[in-house]
């Protein structure tokens, strides 16, 4: 799988719990642990390595087109290390790599962090379960999570599009068919529109990427199918913004009464530092699609959602910032985290007082 170079690197990887390891040219390997990077005890790496290294890893389509686009995200699977999800791209006309970790087992939700309710979410029988946050905020693990939870207690098939696929799950209750971006399916957007007639009863989507892909996961939700998907956006109004900003005109009021009718949940994340920097904790909002939540969707009036979320608690939501407040107070953050990272900070520092 990997140039002999590399085993040494990715074997220090696992020992120190890293989540990433980065290959620039003129540094050493480079990991990053507990969020912070680390530089390894090692010589600098030349741009003949990391183009060496390339070749070695990718087979011949997939360096043809990582030549032609610069750009390329693969997965290989490691004796030590594990499964790996792999980023090229390019600097200076020379290959430069960035390795993620995926881990072997899905965790608990306890363990994870994850609210008790977003169990509930995954269990519905359709609709539209969405996970957002930044790169590297745990969506895919989240992800992993849901699907794992589905596996375990529903008789159903499980059809995941993923680029590329990170984790590998074995049937359980569930029948789960993985297809991996450019080796299985061409594209989101068309595997999006034929895994409907595979018969699924859950479709995931790794990652909703523009209007098209968009379109097809609320029309995928809209017949009667559970649509599990990711989205980059910082916060649960900012992500609906993002979905409806994408269309204009009439097919923007259609994709507002979709929302309106078929979101289930809405469970944004962020990973932060722990109070003893050893580890990071997982911050959230999660917004469940109550009655009220659908009126304000439908009147396109997503400047209320934070009110309906704060008043929300009975029905399992949960604002970032009151999210904030409660890992502060169980001292599983410090207090400039919490601060930092709140979209009012007046909210955490009056509450936690």
Known sequence: ????????????????????????????????????ILLADADALTEAQLDEIARVLLNPGQLAKFETEWELCISRRHPVAGRIRITFYRRNGHAEMSFRFCGEAVLAREDLGLPPRIDDVARRPSGLVLVTGPTGAGKTTTLNYLVDLINRERRCKIVTIEDPIEFVHENNRAIIVQQEVLTDVHSFNRALIHVLRQDPDVVVVGEMRDHESIATAL?????????????????????????????????????????????????????????????????????????????????????????????????GMVLFDDCLRDLYTRTLISFDTAMSRAHIPERVSRKSE
Do not use: W
């Open 1 to 36: 799988m990997t140039p002999s170079i590399l085993d040494p690197y990715l074997e220090a990887a696992k020992e120190c719990s890293a989540s990433d390891l980065h290959l620039v040219a003129g540094v050493p390997p480079t990991y990053r642990v507990n969020g912070e």
């Open 219 to 315: 029309t995928a939700a809209e017949t009667g199918h559970l649509v599990l998907a990711t989205l980059h956006s910082p916060n649960v109004s900012l992500a609906l913004e993002r979905m409806i900003g994408v269309f204009e005109g009439a097919a923007q009021r259609q994709i507002v009464l979709q929302l309106a009718n078929n979101l289930q949940g809405i469970l944004a994340q962020e990973l932060l530092p722990s109070v003893d920097r050893t580890r990071r904790v997982l911050a959230y909002e999660l917004l469940i699609a109550t009655n009220a939540v659908r009126n304000i969707i439908r009147e396109n009036q997503l400047h209320q959602l934070d009110n309906v979320i704060q008043t929300g608690r009975r029905d």
